[in-house]
């Protein structure tokens, strides 16, 4: 399994996009849902009410109370507004919105009191109680909103003589308890729906968290083992080289050393990949960009590859078109050039061609290694990339392959900003397929990935 494609499948925060890190309770996820939707709700007070006071003059014009309680509204949004951009308030906003719907419901529910339960009122009315429901308030404030606000219109309805404070209108009646009931259920199950996600994203994030921590503690192992196994099999190298030149023609021995310096071979390039790879994996890889000719590149990775091809009697030619401009590492863009070639070499069985094209498609440079190997099983294509596969293709002449030449080539196309494919067909070869970016116009320097 990749612990990079579940970091990356998992990543639950990214600030300079815009998220968040999930606070560590569930009030205070609530509190910072309701912080950013302050200033909006702050504003809508204050323009949203002003709107009904010709209303409320040309129906009630005989009980300026009802003008007072309107206007403020806007008064409580100008001041709600305002203390939002006092720093000891702005991280404060659940309050700031508790603030404005205990005035909403205490104001709203006095207005259809004074008016009588007028039936125009009643719609108004039962729209404020639904929103009751809709906004991230603690469960607790957001029932003891919807009973004082249904209290204090019964007590001042009762007051002014309503009848059991119940309107004349049946309608406006049952609007009033089905938008009770609605308020009820919405204060319930949206606080269940908030509590579920904030538990599932909390849990994400500390299990992206440990992913990150496990994945920087195994590259920290790969690194400090792969260094100090360097060294003595580089020893181990240099002296199967002296002993090949002391024992001259004793074959016997000469075989012996031939498997001693494979495998210490072998094992010096697997190590070099992990230490590639851990490096890329771990952002301290530094890339070194500026601009490149990827034709030149190309040229000269094929040209230093002619011997390797000639070896196995294959035929290695390439086709590429000049002035192919990227912006890249031009050291990096060499090992991608270097990986698929040797893979196609490595792969291919004596005698046949192989051919390496480089050209420009709209806004891409695009490279094709093309062989004529024994191909790629389509369910082996996908895993093709990852490290340490094993696939059913094997070397055709018994060379060393560590299993981590795709990945780190698809890592190094990546950091480019290109994609990397295959086309392959059994028993008629593979076409491995890289695009990357035309020259963008952007300063040269260093810069860490």
């Given at each position: 399994m990749?612990?990079?494609?579940i970091?990356r499948?998992?990543k639950?925060?990214?600030?300079?996009?815009?998220?968040?890190?999930v606070?560590?309770?569930f009030k205070?996820?609530?509190?910072?849902?309701?912080?950013?939707i302050?200033?909006?709700?702050?504003?809508?007070?204050?323009l949203?009410w002003?709107l009904?006071i010709?209303?409320?003059?040309k129906?009630?014009?005989?009980v300026?109370?009802?003008?007072?309680?309107?206007?403020?509204?806007?008064v409580?949004?100008v001041?709600?507004?305002?203390?939002?951009?006092?720093p000891?308030?702005?991280k404060?906003?659940?309050?700031?919105?508790?603030?404005?719907?205990?005035?909403l419901?205490?104001?709203t529910?006095?207005?259809l009191?004074?008016?009588?339960?007028?039936p125009?009122?009643?719609?108004?009315?039962?729209?404020?109680?639904?929103?009751?429901?809709?906004?991230?308030?603690?469960?607790?404030?957001?029932?003891?909103?919807?009973?004082?606000t249904?209290?204090?219109?019964?007590?001042?309805?009762?007051?002014?003589?309503?009848e059991l404070?119940l309107?004349?209108?049946t309608?406006?009646?049952y609007?009033?308890?089905?938008?009770?009931?609605?308020?009820?259920?919405?204060?319930f199950?949206?606080d269940?729906i908030?509590?579920?996600?904030?538990?599932?994203?909390?849990?994400?994030?500390?299990?992206?968290e440990?992913?990150?921590?496990?994945?920087?503690?195994?590259?920290?192992?790969?690194q400090?083992a792969?260094?100090?196994l360097k060294?003595?099999?580089?020893?181990?190298?240099?002296?199967?080289?002296?002993l090949?030149?002391?024992?001259g023609?004793n074959?016997?021995?000469?075989?012996?050393?031939?498997?001693?310096?494979?495998?210490t071979?072998r094992m010096i390039?697997?190590?070099?990949?992990?230490?590639?790879?851990?490096s890329?994996?771990?952002?301290?890889?530094?890339?070194h960009k500026s601009?490149?000719d990827?034709?030149?590149?190309?040229?000269a990775?094929v040209?230093?590859?002619?011997?390797?091809?000639?070896k196995k009697?294959q035929?290695?030619?390439?086709?590429v078109?000049k002035?192919?401009?990227v912006?890249?590492?031009?050291?990096?863009?060499?090992?991608?050039a270097?990986h698929l070639?040797s893979?196609?070499?490595?792969?291919?069985?004596?005698?046949t061609?192989?051919?390496v094209e480089?050209?420009?498609?709209?806004?891409?440079?695009?490279?094709k290694?093309?062989?004529?190997?024994?191909?790629?099983?389509?369910?082996?294509?996908?895993?093709?990339?990852?490290?340490f596969?094993?696939l059913s293709?094997?070397?055709?002449a018994?060379?060393?392959?560590?299993?981590?030449?795709?990945?780190?080539?698809?890592?190094?196309v990546?950091?480019?900003n290109?994609?990397?494919?295959?086309?392959s067909e059994?028993?008629?070869?593979s076409?491995?397929?890289?695009?990357?970016?035309?020259?963008?116009?952007?300063?040269p320097?260093?810069?860490n990935?």
């Amino acid at each position: 399994m990749d612990l990079r494609k579940i970091l990356r499948r998992f990543k639950f925060k990214e600030k300079a996009d815009g998220d968040y890190d999930v606070p560590p309770t569930f009030k205070e996820e609530l509190s910072r849902q309701c912080n950013a939707i302050a200033l909006r709700t702050s504003i809508l007070a204050i323009l949203s009410w002003p709107l009904f006071i010709p209303l409320d003059m040309k129906l009630h014009g005989d009980v300026p109370f009802v003008f007072l309680l309107r206007v403020g509204l806007s008064v409580v949004g100008v001041i709600s507004f305002l203390l939002y951009f006092i720093p000891f308030f702005k991280k404060r906003g659940y309050w700031l919105i508790l603030f404005i719907f205990y005035y909403l419901g205490l104001a709203t529910a006095w207005i259809l009191g004074l008016v009588g339960a007028d039936p125009i009122y009643m719609g108004g009315f039962a729209i404020v109680i639904l929103l009751f429901g809709l906004v991230p308030f603690q469960r607790i404030h957001a029932l003891l909103l919807l009973l004082i606000t249904l209290v204090l219109f019964t007590i001042v309805g009762h007051y002014k003589g309503m009848e059991l404070v119940l309107p004349e209108d049946t309608y406006g009646l049952y609007n009033l308890m089905i938008s009770v009931t609605i308020a009820l259920l919405s204060i319930f199950i949206f606080d269940k729906i908030r509590e579920t996600s904030y538990k599932n994203a909390y849990l994400l994030q500390h299990t992206n968290e440990e992913l990150q921590k496990a994945n920087e503690l195994k590259n920290q192992l790969l690194q400090v083992a792969a260094h100090d196994l360097k060294d003595p099999l580089q020893v181990i190298i240099g002296y199967t080289d002296l002993l090949k030149m002391k024992l001259g023609e004793n074959k016997f021995a000469q075989e012996r050393l031939k498997i001693i310096y494979r495998s210490t071979d072998r094992m010096i390039k697997l190590i070099a990949g992990l230490l590639e790879i851990t490096s890329i994996e771990s952002g301290k890889l530094v890339m070194h960009k500026s601009e490149v000719d990827l034709g030149e590149v190309v040229e000269a990775s094929v040209n230093s590859h002619q011997r390797e091809s000639q070896k196995k009697n294959q035929l290695l030619h390439a086709a590429v078109e000049k002035d192919c401009l990227v912006y890249g590492d031009k050291m990096l863009l060499r090992q991608i050039a270097n990986h698929l070639i040797s893979n196609a070499i490595k792969f291919s069985s004596p005698g046949t061609s192989i051919r390496v094209e480089l050209g420009q498609h709209e806004e891409s440079a695009v490279l094709k290694v093309r062989d004529e190997g024994p191909g790629i099983h389509e369910d082996e294509i996908d895993k093709l990339f990852n490290k340490f596969q094993r696939l059913s293709t094997r070397p055709t002449a018994g060379e060393i392959s560590t299993g981590l030449g795709l990945a780190i080539t698809r890592d190094l196309v990546e950091l480019h900003n290109g994609s990397i494919t295959v086309e392959s067909e059994l028993e008629k070869g593979s076409t491995f397929i890289v695009n990357l970016p035309i020259l963008q116009k952007e300063a040269p320097g260093v810069e860490n990935i």
